[in-house]
């Protein structure tokens, strides 16, 4: 289903996935950044955008990814970044 709504996708419409559940565990080895990488697990907080600009051109997919030592995030966390993604995409992309 995910695959025939990307391939119909309308121009301006965006598609974006969020997995709010990832956790990667970490191990420091770079005394320079010791500080931030001394938490053993961090969330990751993948939100991945698809979106076709003009009807012609293929489907574009853009990444990003916020890594956070705190693993007691919210809503109001993936909230937080859904909104700063969906600005980066409307200024960058001028949509």
């Known amino acids: 289903m995910c695959e025939q709504q990307v391939k119909n996708l309308k121009v301006g419409v965006m598609i974006i996935y969020i997995d709010f559940s990832m956790n990667i565990a970490h191990k420091g080895w770079n005394t320079m950044y010791a500080e931030w990488w001394s938490h053993a697990q961090s969330t990751l ?6 979106l076709r600009r ?3 051109l293929p489907v574009e997919t853009h990444q990003h990814f916020f890594v956070s030592g705190d693993l007691e995030h919210d809503a109001a966390f993936v909230d937080h970044c859904l909104e700063m993604v969906i600005e980066l995409m409307q200024s960058h992309l001028m949509l």
């Open 45 to 50: 907080l993948p939100i991945i955008v698809q």
């Open 54 to 56: 003009e009807e012609n």
